[in-house]
């Protein structure tokens, strides 16, 4: 039986004092063998994000079947309102869970990150940076990467090929790059000539690198409307990721870009002394933030076919790619390592 009047039925919801989401996926089952560091490593990751991020910052954590010990620290958080979402499920794979986090929210802007994520102060500031200066990113990473020069960028590269704004520039922060490396394990990941020279877009005095990376991206929400794709059958890896994080981007016409330097790091599951020093230097900062501007880009879609298909297998034939890399820039002995 029910007696009374619920006092909120047709009750609207504020409007929210957040503009920005962050979501964090955290799969930790055990503390054993690949996973006997990734506790302290998730504290890490947190206690930089909550130090680095301003104070109009969503925090959505979703635990995705981790161990008890993990699931009471996330409680404590979230009792504590340092988290302000807090879902817990059994294993349902990485890119559900982050499916779920992005559910029943709206924030113009959403920075998905692994949880062996090291924030470093100033990684929205650039973020943001990148988003006012150019109105066609869908999506900036703050770690750049210039292996990534290829991977879903034809669109940026066709709208601005014979633009002077689009050229080779000296790399700011070449050991960051070498640390991204050697924390997945591949320390050959990068040749000299990419640890050198990466290709940036310029604008106002800001400059944004061509690509984008996923272990951590900041996105515009809206590219989440129509998903392809809204749940995948892999636990992690697979098609996933490039389905739901990577092409729904250019999909809707947006351009992938990173900062110019390097504000994130990927701790892997190894703990080490550099992480630690490099928390204890960032500061607790409350950051006067304008929230970037977002101007819908409408696009055609043969116009993204054109761009991210035709356009793509023209430019990279390897004839043609390595005219462009010198024509941008990079010499003739460059442009073969590329």
């Known amino acids: 039986m029910r007696i009374g009047f619920n006092p909120n039925k047709d009750k609207k919801i504020e409007d929210s004092k957040y503009f920005h989401q962050v979501i964090v996926p955290v799969y930790i089952p055990n503390e054993e063998g690949y996973f006997k560091a990734s ?3 998730l504290k890490y990751c947190l206690e930089s994000l909550f130090k680095t991020s ?4 969503y925090f959505t954590v979703v635990n995705n079947g981790s161990c008890k010990e993990v699931v009471t620290y996330l409680n404590e958080l979230f009792d504590k309102n340092f988290i302000h979402e807090l879902i817990h499920a059994t294993n349902i794979g990485k890119l559900n869970a982050i499916l779920k986090g992005l559910g029943g ?9 692994d949880a062996d994520v090291l924030f470093l102060n100033g990684w929205q500031k650039a973020t943001y940076e990148v988003y006012k200066t150019f109105p066609k990113v869908g999506v900036v990473s703050t770690t750049p990467n210039s292996k990534l020069l290829r991977y879903l960028t034809s669109n940026v590269i066709f709208e601005n090929v014979f633009s002077k704004k689009l050229k080779f520039t000296k790399v700011l922060n070449p050991e960051a790059m070498t640390s991204f490396a050697g924390s997945i394990e591949n320390p050959n990941l990068f040749n000299t000539s990419h640890l050198e020279k990466y290709l940036t877009i310029s604008k106002q005095n800001v400059k944004a690198v061509i690509g984008a990376g996923h272990f951590v991206a900041t996105y515009r929400n809206d590219i989440f409307n129509n998903l392809k794709k809204t749940e995948t059958k892999y636990s992690l890896g697979g098609d996933s990721e490039a389905l739901i994080l990577d092409k729904p981007v250019i999909d809707n016409g947006y351009w992938r870009l990173s900062t110019e330097n390097n504000y994130t790091y990927h701790m892997g599951n190894t703990l080490e002394d550099w992480m630690l020093e490099m928390l204890e230097d960032q500061v607790q900062e409350e950051l006067d933030i304008i929230q970037p501007k977002l101007l819908n880009k409408k696009s055609l879609r043969f116009v993204n076919y054109f761009k991210n298909s035709i356009f793509a297998k023209i430019i990279y034939k390897r004839f043609l790619w390595n005219l462009f890399l010198q024509f941008k820039g990079l010499s003739k002995e460059e442009s073969k390592k590329f």
């Open 105 to 113: 929210n709206k924030f113009d802007l959403v920075t998905i990150t």
């Open 39 to 41: 506790f302290p490593i």
């Open 54 to 57: 301003h104070s109009k910052t």
